[in-house]
């Protein structure tokens, strides 16, 4: 994340940290009890899902402590219509978390899954979402940091899909913001959660997913739009999941 500030323990209680067995790493939001969403390009290069760890109530990268909990993967669901030939299109993945002791996720003040918003949930153009993530600071960067979390403004997509931009680079399933530069997600925030909030209830809205390097002007991150896999996602997880309890 660029531009943005070390967030407090407990502000962002659903991001996962993704660790592959080759120093390879994407983030990821807690949605349920067993699931978490995150960016389908992160996976389809990593069929063994037994060399994933998925670490929950993680502050610094790769420092697990008293508030942190390690899952294994289960499976993942990919949208049927995802292709290694266009990673970035459709650019979303379900990861099942495994049962430890008969269930997956227990909330604590540090975990804690994100709400989906509804199939009909827009927030306006200029809103002010949240990202967050470990990713890198700098374009130039070469480590991960400790958790960031950035504002970004929502951009019009008829902007985002401006020839200087990105044109038809961005289809009707991804979401540009923050296109002044300064405040961007960048290498290893992919897969986490572009969150926007209303009432003091934060929506996993977009997916990080891709742009043009980090932070440039006139090149604004883009985001999968989750709105528009709702019906999927819930085909997907309400079978399986259980509630909190
Ligand atoms: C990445 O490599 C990445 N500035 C994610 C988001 C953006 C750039 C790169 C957007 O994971």
Redesign the pocket.
Known sequence: I?GGNAALPGTHPWMAAIYFDNSNF?AGTLVSSCWIVS?AH?FFRHPLMSQLRVVLGQQGFNVTGPNTRTFGVEEYVFPKQYSAFNPTLYDIVLIRLKKQDGRCVRKTPFIRPICLPEKSTTFPDGYCCTISGW??KQEKDVGYSTLQEAGVRLIPQDVCKKPEVYGNHVTADMMCA?LNGCH????????GPLACARDDVSFLYGI?????????TG????YTKVVNYIDWINSVIRPKSRAFV
Do not use: L, T
Request: with cysteine; aromatic share 8%.
């Open positions: 660029m994407c960016a992160c990713g890198y923050g961007d997600a960048c290498q290893g925030d992919s897969g990080i997913s891709w742009g043009e390097g980090c932070g440039r090149k604004p991150g883009v």
